[in-house]
Each structure stands twice: as structure tokens, then as C-alpha cells.
């Protein structure tokens, strides 16, 4: 079967997903689909809160975007009833961690002693993906393992990792 809204209906419908109400564990793009957003990049793609994803001068400046109250067809790009509750959503620790990490690295000074230490660490990544913070979990762990690379850090830097680790641990 396609992936698409009225064929996953039709699987909620025959598991008889209304019936356990069971909890649900996805990356964001599926959550999304399951929960009516419309697809590819939007302006409110957060099934959480109406952050705009287009409003670059206020990323990384503006703290609380408001709560998303609810999820109605033809408001902030909900383009569907959603197939499942919401509420019963669980959010992935592994892409919350991959996208703290991304967000991390993209925000170091690339011309400053950390960057360099990220990017001896793993000598096969491309530029590309070293400057976007594309790394998957093990690199991850490896960062957060090496005492080189925070004493090569800023004191914001540091914070600011020093934060992620106790994220990353507290899951």
C-alpha cells in the first residue's frame, strides 16, 4: 500500500487503533501525517505549537511560540482530520537529540577552535554534512565522550553543551 492519508485511515481502521488508543512514537514527518499537517515545508509545521518556520529573524531570539490549541482542516497548514489524538503522542528521544545536535553545531563559530576538533574527530564527513550537524547517534556519543573538544570551546559553547549532555542523559 501507498503511504498516503486515506490508506494509514484505513490500517488505524483495521487494527482498530480507536479501540486501544494506543501511544504513538514517530519521527516528526510521520507524526505530522498522522496528525492532518500538510507535508514539505510549511509555514506552521509544528503539531505542538505554532512556531513559524518562515519568521527567520525571530529563530533562535524569540523563546515561546504560542501553543497550538487545536488541530482544525484549513487552519496553520492542517490539511486533514487527524487519524490519532495528539495527546497520545510520544515524542522520538533520537531525533530530539539529532536535531539539538544539528541546531548545536550550525551555531559554533566555524573559524574557532571547536569546529576543527569536530571535524578531526571524523575525517571521512563531508564539509556539508559537518556544517549542517548531520551525525547520527554514535557520533554523537563520541562528541559527548571527548573532554578535547569542550576544553576547545567557548564558555557559551561549553554551557550550551553542557546543557545537551544533561538533556541527552536525562532521557
Known sequence: MKEDYENVKQLLLKINYAEFNWQLCGDFKM??????????????????????????????KKIQWPPRKELMPGKYNVIKEPLVCREKVLLSPLHIKLGLVKQFVKALDFEGESFPEIRAMFPK???AKLKGGIFVGPQITTMLKSRTLEDKMTETERRAWQAFRDVVNGF
Do not use: I, M, P, V
Open 31 to 60: 507524526l505530522g501525517f498522522l496528525l492532518g499537517l500538510q507535508g514539505s515545508y510549511t509555514k506552521y509545521s509544528c503539531f505542538l505549537c505554532l512556531w513559524n518556520s518562515r519568521a527567520d529573524g525571530e529563530h533562535y
Open 125 to 127: 564527513l563531508s564539509d
